[in-house]
């Protein structure tokens, strides 16, 4: 995978944004190949005639709606004309096949959609004369729609319908079939009604939904600016509020314990044995409680100093986002080009799913089916979803990563390039590439077999023993650790790239080394500011929550507004995730920078520091610190000696 050969040792110095050089220029190769190959299963799709049958529809005997058809082999009704019939029309459309996703009907190309209800076959009969619609079989003449022929023809009353715009299918107006629909995939609706209600109260409720969306994000965009301002505060006042916490709930525990026991003697002998059995509960909770608090006691007095690292990069964060303004905007940029691939990947996993050859299925109708080596294609198609996901994903990391060192180490601000962002994207562009491209690859390696075993879990639940069960969710649980270690290293590996110019197995070492040099550091930035950020989110859901339930319970024309409700948490959440992820990664970005940047400089003159005030103030603490602590140490040793003496 080439990462044997190193670009230096491990005393190689770091050279911050001297030098650019292209990097892992073979795995960029490999992308575009593999990028070549999704293009060639989009063309065979469509050069199948997918796309037209996707588009157009086809009927049940292999005619593609809208155009002339070539004959099918075995098949009386194929190889008609249907330049006039652009619709495709089923007999039976709320007849669903849960399973394989499909309507179990006849399916006919039609001139026209029925835009009124049908009652009676005399009604289906006038309706042909028409319009020139025939909604019967081909065999059948409009004149011979009679009761007789029932089995030929849609089933009664035919309900009014209209095309989907693009996919020239007609659906019926009413939602019957997708109550039924959605009744076989859910199992707690119990009554049409219940369904209507909550359906309704989405669509009443329209306005409120999309109003609390966009205040979510408002109050995502000004959490980051506060965090700016009163990082110092914020932070210890969460640390004390989780020690007091702690504290309290064990006293609490401690305190039931004792009435518990105090209790238990006043009862009878049946009510003793049900009072011991709780006191004994108790006991242990408050054992649990005491050690955890002891724990995170301890945690906090050892890293009490570094929370003040935590607290300058946090407010150094805020002046990046200051400077560079764009960050903000960097998770909608990124959802957008994913929109955009998912979009693409379902549009052609919807074609190969039209493609093939023209079958016989055991209704007798026709299904085109891909045989041979090109039926496995969807694999590929697959491994390239997740791929390219990934890899649009490790792109938007080392875009900010460029952006935020490109910030660090310029020394004067006022010479920041005019958009640090677009700067970032043209390096990326021109120079690492191939890095994201490995890196992405790398994790995509853990996915699949993760995502396999997560299948086969599904497959086979209910029917494997317990120690198979056992041995599939360890392996999961190992994999998900494995993939989120890696996300977490290749994320710093693209810092080290954007700093050094250098491959990725070789930036992964040197940020790791840093990472390891810096444990503790590490740790309190990741516990503290990880548990800030995650307040944060959690904040910005409870206010948007709290005033979607006032809005909405003013809402009387509707009963049900607890899904609309969950819809608003879930985009709140999902919105200050993507903001707050963005200044979690400036973090990590800005950690690494100082890191690197107090292992490279010391303030004397040829080897300053590039770091902000903030964290200079930071430096100079530490340096007291550590000469205090020299001092005390050589007066203990005078002092021992004097006394041996």
Not at 64 to 90: M, P, R
Not at 182 to 189: E, H, N, P, R, S
């Amino acid at each position: 995978m080439g990462c044997c050969g190193g670009e230096g040792d491990s005393t190689r110095e770091w050279k911050p944004i001297e030098q650019r050089s292209c990097t892992d220029v073979l795995w960029l190769l490999i992308l575009i190949l593999f990028c070549i190959g999704m293009v060639v299963i989009c063309g065979f799709a469509i050069a199948s005639g997918a796309a037209q049958r996707l588009i157009f529809g086809y009927d049940s005997f292999g005619n593609i709606c809208g155009q002339k058809n070539a004959k099918v082999e075995g098949e009386e009704w194929s190889g008609l004309d249907h330049t006039k019939n652009k619709y495709v029309f089923f007999l039976e459309p709320c007849n669903l096949d849960v399973v394989n996703l499909k309507i179990k009907s006849m399916a006919l190309c039609v001139a026209k959609c029925p835009d009124m209800e049908l009652r009676t076959f005399e009604d289906v009969k006038r309706f042909a004369l028409e319009n020139g619609s025939r909604l019967c079989a081909y065999e059948l003449e409009p004149s011979k729609y009679t009761s007789g022929r029932s089995s030929l023809c849609p089933k009664l009353p035919v309900k009014s319908s209209k095309p989907i715009p693009f996919f020239h299918r007609c659906v019926p107006d009413v939602d019957v079939c997708y109550v039924n629909f959605i009744k076989a995939l859910t199992t707690f609706v119990s009554d049409n009604s219940v369904l209507q209600r909550v359906v309704t109260g989405v669509m009443t409720s329209k306005e409120i939904i999309v109003g609390l969306c966009f205040l979510s994000l408002v109050l995502s965009m000004l959490l980051m600016v506060i965090i700016r301002y009163i990082s110092r505060v914020l932070v210890w006042i969460l640390a004390i509020l989780t020690i007091l916490g702690s504290i309290g709930g064990t006293a609490v525990l401690w305190w039931l314990y004792a009435d518990q026991k105090k209790a238990a003697k006043a009862k009878s002998v049946e009510d003793e044995n049900v009072a011991e059995d709780n006191s004994k509960a108790l006991l242990i909770y408050a054992i649990i409680a005491t050690v955890v608090t002891v724990i995170l006691l301890l945690l906090m007095l050892i890293m009490r100093k570094r929370v003040a690292l935590t607290i300058a990069l946090f407010h150094v964060a805020g002046k990046v986002f200051v400077h560079i303004p764009l960050l903000v905007f960097q998770p909608l940029w990124t959802f957008l080009a994913l929109a955009l691939f998912w979009v693409y990947w379902v549009t052609v996993l919807l074609l190969l799913g039209t493609a093939g050859s023209p079958e016989k299925n055991s209704q007798g109708y026709i299904e085109f089916k891909v045989s041979g080596p090109l039926q496995y294609t969807w694999i590929y198609h697959l491994v390239g979803l997740i791929w390219i996901s990934e890899f649009i994903l490790a792109c938007q990391q080392m875009t900010v990563a460029g952006a935020v060192v490109t910030y660090y180490f310029t020394r004067d601000k006022s010479n920041l390039p005019a958009t640090p962002i677009l700067s970032s994207i043209c390096r990326l562009i021109k120079y690492h590439l191939g890095t994201v491209a490995k890196g992405s690859f790398i994790i995509t390696l853990v996915k699949i077999p993760r995502l396999i075993l997560m299948y086969i879990h599904n497959q086979l639940k209910g029917k494997e023993n317990a120690v198979a069960k056992c041995m599939l969710k360890a392996c999961m649980c190992c994999l998900w650790c494995l993939e989120k270690c890696l996300l977490y290293l290749n994320r710093n590996a693209y810092v080290a790239t954007a700093i050094n110019s250098t491959s990725f197995c070789t930036s992964a070492r040197d940020a790791l080394l840093i990472l390891v040099e810096n444990a503790l550091k590490v740790a309190a930035i990741n516990t503290v500011g990880d548990f800030v950020l995650f307040l944060g989110k959690v904040l910005i859901v409870l206010i948007t929550g709290f005033i979607g339930i006032v809005l909405l319970n003013h809402q009387r024309d509707y009963t049900v507004w607890v899904l609309p409700l969950i819809i608003i948490c879930l985009f709140a959440f999902f919105v200050s995730h993507c903001f707050l992820s963005t200044y979690e990664m400036v973090v990590d970005v800005l950690f690494l920078c100082f890191a690197v940047d107090s292992k490279q400089n010391d303030g004397t003159p040829g080897r300053e520091y590039y770091m902000d005030k903030s964290l200079m103030e930071f430096m100079d603490d530490s340096r007291k610190a550590m000469r205090s602590g020299g001092r005390g140490a050589e007066m203990k040793s005078m002092t021992s000696g004097d006394d041996n003496a």
